[in-house]
């Protein structure tokens, strides 16, 4: 027989309220943890929309209607950049070579699952197609934005390469067929004859110089682990706080890797509001693996496009 003092009805109807609570609290430590793991920072002003911001997720993002006309917004693309075909899309250029020493024309298409090649791009960042060319010792950084024809046919206007293994990034978003929306980082390989002296990677720094301003980074990144980015720019040891919108953002801020040029954007977060951005920009970093990695900054000022390059270090 069960006693009745143990399992009196206020005893009984107590131990019902413990209970409740506690189930209360573990529904919401669950509903927590999964509003952090959809990316909490996706909301803020300039802040990335894809689904993962690890430059080395195996699935596309797709844009947010409720984002993508934020300020500053920096749309992010599945993989590392290395391969040429991705999901039915692939990169195509006749050109295995290119001269040194003077301007050249790069030309590529684009071409779907159909095989055809793709005329319809979504619009990132004011472009539909960012194009950027690296050097395999990660030297010779150059951002373009090349020119379609009607048949698909893209021409991107390189300055002058120094003799070496060159790779041609190509960033974009179909804006219609089965990659709609979704924003893919393809690429192909260039040789530039003649001798191919290699540059050392300079040594990890905080601090670089460029055209009379100081930047300076900080954020302590781990490998495949999301961090904040703080970049500050100096002039004559005064902060900037003239910098003005370039691409929809105050800075655009590129990284390659050591050893492979593996690619990946680094997200700013810091709102847009006019010809008065700095001195401190905010960016979301997460790099997916240890290292070191070459970074390039384009900000502008005064009408101006400024470049300044530093590596960082990845644990």
Sequence with gaps: MFSSSR??????TARR????????????ALTLAACGSSGDSSSMPGMDHGSKPSASSSSSSSKSPAMGDMPGMDHMASGNGLS????GYRLTSKDTTLPGGKQAAYGFTVTGPDGKAVTDFAVDQTKRMHFYAIRSDLTGFQHLHPTMAADGTWSADLSALAPGSWR??????????????KDFVLSRTVTVPGDAAKTP???PAATTRVDG??????????AGMAHPLTVSIAKDGKPVTDLQPYLETYAH???????????AHLHPTTKVTGDNGGPALSFHAELP????????????????LHTAALTLRVG
Aim: charged content about 15%; aromatic content about 14%; hydrophobic content about 40%.
């Design 201 to 203: 990677l300079p040594a």
């Design 253 to 263: 801020l590129t990284s390659f890797h050591e050893g492979d040029a593996a690619f």
């Design 168 to 181: 041609m990034f190509t960033s974009f978003t179909p804006n219609s067929g089965t990659g709609k929306g």
């Design 7 to 12: 399992f009196s009805p206020s005893r009984f």
């Design 17 to 28: 309220r413990v209970l409740a609570a506690a189930g209360a609290s573990a529904a919401l």
């Design 289 to 304: 693996t240890s290292g070191n990695w070459r970074l390039f900054l384009q900000f502008r000022t005064g009408g101006k």
């Design 213 to 222: 301003y100081t930047v300076t980074v900080k954020g302590e990144l781990m």
């Design 84 to 87: 040429d075909g991705k999901d």
